[in-house]
């Protein structure tokens, strides 16, 4: 079965072609456009996604050295994102299934980051067992994921603020540095002691998350610090960084280790952008090689938003049966 997958979500328009989960192309367009602004710009967004949403997929059929009557189904990322940027890749793969005569599959972008551990290069890729516990950790969402199947999945705790990718952004923001923050810090962090500062961490029930009282304790540190010392942050931007980051990692550690353990659960998996992180690696590594857990970290380049997570996450809905309306319109906030 041969899936086009379709992502459009935030500030990527990518393309994938996949025969049966084996991938055959993943080509990703990353607006530049943004980094300006400090942040993404929403109708900038939309328009760089009309400009490189032929072209992309274009290209992802001929790197697959296929044509376009071989496709038997298109998956596109229905939601979450930005309403104008999902309109695009839903647009268009509705366009493309009618023409085609195919039909389509919608699919829950955070479904796609944690399925991506189904993506294989070849046959001899390893896969997670289920159920497996997914650590998801992005610029839009920090969540828990209990993963029964493929289309069984149920989240045991997320955010009640920010989410793990904002703290490392805006904390870099405050730090002066440019978007995105998140792998300047990874990279600072290398160079610096992460016990020289120590700033708040939250105490809240269960196996929800909250960053927002970091992100305070940061600025305020900082701003205490600037009064005395003008250079603060040049002189101490490693120290900095590596504190931030190993408090942004204790506190992902704390709830995830806790629900491994209230589950008994022996497998898991990291998704999302901050999971490209090197410490956030690591941390999971060993926690999980002390416990005898076997872990899955994604390759760097499947973190990030990519259509071939869409086109896995679609493959298993389309041999589930389940597809959708040519009607069917995103939704930014809606899971679906
Ligand atoms: O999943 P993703 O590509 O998309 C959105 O959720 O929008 O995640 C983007 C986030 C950003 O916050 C970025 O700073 C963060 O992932 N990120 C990292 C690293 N690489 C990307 N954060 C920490 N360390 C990294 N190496």
Redesign the pocket.
Known sequence: MIILGIESS?DDTSAAIIKDCILMSNVIASQRVHEAYGGVVPELASRAHQQNIVPVVSEAIRQAGISKSDIDAIAFTRGPGLPGSLHVGTSFSKGLALALGIPLVDVNHLHG?VLAHFIKEDESTPVPEFPFLCLLI????SQIIRVDSPCEMEILGQTIDDAA??A??KCAKVMGLPY????I??RLAQEGDPTRFKFAKPHIEGYNYSFSGLKTSFLYTLRDELKNNPNFIEENKAHLAASLQKTIIDILMDKFGKAIKDTGIKTVAIG???S???GVRAAVQQYCDRRGIKAFIPKRSFT??NAAMIAVAGYFKFSNGETCDITAPPFARVVI
């Open positions: 935030c980051h992005s610029g839009g969402n990718g904002e490392f952004d995105p923050g998140g792998p810090i990874d999302g952008g901050v490209a992180n090197s990030t938003d």
